[in-house]
């Protein structure tokens, strides 16, 4: 008994002595100074894009290894209404009303029974301007409906997501893809990483654009009355109408955010900003144009 309390003040005195001595640092503190063994360990997020022996990670250690910062994950959550802003709308109102009045311009090649003298000519019709104003009306509501639905759907990621996920739904792929080509790495891992990236990007995009195009389906389907009212058409038939429709719109915006991830990671290869969005804006063109195509090849087989 009496030898155990002899070795228990023994090592009290021996641990009170070495605390001593590593206050007055005389005895280096061989945990701060081999860290974690030469060996590079990424803490949590913040390891991403950390590089050891920087000077500012050096300064946020303080008491020990594990007393880092982590990663900060900054949301650029824009305005709830950005789309009716001076700019956005006026861009969106010249995009529409090209799109629907450029045709217009198109030169008429005559025919070859007009090309006949023997047969007289018919007056020429004039130009409808009324229709391709009320399809360009009808393209900026959709639109400005289409931008105001992603900034709810952006509202709702960030209060409802962890912060890690919402910053990845609203990140800005043309700056993601610059900043991964500066680290130099390997190209498939380069045009992988992208892709990845703008798939996550352009998630609520897509997902506010099926959700209003559901809903102009449900009004067309359920709500708008036929332009011929002589036969009315049964609710089961509606429904039917409404889910063909739906998986339509499903296929279009799946095939729209697939392309547009594959043509952004190509475009990254030609450039890191510019290349990207050009590839991602094809690419989200050309998903609902391959879905149609799709979709009535396999209506004539069946």
Known sequence: MLNMVKKLSMFLLVGKVQSLLYSLSIVP???????????????????ATAVWGDASL??????????????????????LFSAFQPKNLAMT??????????????????????????????????????TP????????????????????????????VSRRT?????????RSARRKAARGMPTILYVHSVGKTTLKAQVLGVSASWVVQAIIDVYRCFIRKPEDEIEEVELKEKFK?????????????????????VG???????????GQWIGCTIG??????????VIEKLQLNL
């Open 29 to 47: 503190n061989y945990t701060l100074v081999f860290r974690d063994g030469g060996f590079g360990v990424a803490y949590c997020d913040a390891g």
């Open 93 to 130: 109102s010249l995009r529409s009303f090209l799109l629907f009045y450029l045709p217009l311009l198109e030169p008429r090649t005559p025919t070859e029974e007009e090309d006949d003298v023997d047969e007289p000519h018919e007056p020429e019709r004039p130009v409808d301007l009324v």
């Open 166 to 174: 919402a910053w990845k739904l609203l990140k800005d792929a043309s």
């Open 264 to 274: 952004a990671g190509i475009g990254a290869l030609i450039h890191p900003s510019h």
């Open 58 to 79: 050096q300064s946020s250690v303080k008491k020990g290894p594990l007393d880092i910062t982590t990663k900060e994950y900054i949301l650029d959550v824009k305005p």
């Open 133 to 160: 104003f009320q399809n360009s009306i009808k393209q900026i509501l959709r639109e400005t409906a289409v931008v105001t639905t992603r900034r709810v759907l952006e509202r709702v990621a960030v209060h409802y």
């Open 241 to 261: 109408q409404f889910r063909k429709k739906l998986h339509t719109t499903t296929i279009k915006c799946g095939a729209s955010l697939v392309l547009a991830s």
């Open 284 to 293: 989200d063109f050309a998903g609902p144009i391959a879905a149609i195509l």
